[in-house]
């Protein structure tokens, strides 16, 4: 892992599903916004804030999780100074589930610029993108009550 | 209505709220970025994008609808140069309920600087933000099938 991990909200979106992918928290702890203002919101779930929360939500989902398939891919951008959105599909499925069981989900991530480099400071996940066939991804989101 | 609504992205946001309040299309058009990088995400719906498909979908919801009552209180800000990202939450209620039937909703609200004005570019809502008493927002929320 290089410095350039950090100078481009591009590289840190890639290191954050490469993080997801293979259950890494300390890639997810080296790309985050520290302190209080991290926001993370899973989708159906509620909202973390905070490095702490944020990191401890993504602990828990990787505890005892097998690698997912992680793919992401950019719808748009919007740019400004030392902050950047991006609007971005993701296709998570299971380990060594086929292709077309993917969840097909919806994120809004937003990069922030301090003291040189850049830093994930929210993303906040919606699903599903588009109805999967048979209802599938609604049948496999989380329950709700 | 003065120009003074499209010079900060609190104003346009304000201005949203009670577009939304008033259920006044007109004043949601004045508001949200024309042309096709308009991105509106509602709690628990598809992606909708493009400032056609985004006021269709406002247009669908007012439709035959009672004004609510719509407070937002922002949680934080994300600001750089020409782009501004709030995190706000949502409280929502049918015309005449009592406050504590209020849906508590956050949304990540995106605008851009375009022209001189500031315009609403992305609206990404999710539901809830605490649980409800009894379940009463799960019961409220819009049915997926």
Known sequence: MTQDLYQSPSAIETAFYDAFARLDLSLMVAIW?????????????QLLRGADAVLDGWRQIFNGAAPPSVEHFVIDTFNGGDLSVH???????????????????????????????????????????VKQPRGQAIAEKPRLH
């Open 33 to 45: 916004l520290p302190g209080e203002r991290a926001v993370c919101i899973h989708p159906g779930g």
């Open 87 to 129: 609007l971005v599909e993701e296709r998570i499925r299971p380990h060594h589930a086929p292709a077309e069981r993917a969840n097909r989900l919806i994120a809004t991530n937003v990069y922030l610029r301090q003291g040189g480099r850049w830093y994930l400071a929210e993303h906040h996940g919606s699903l599903p993108l």
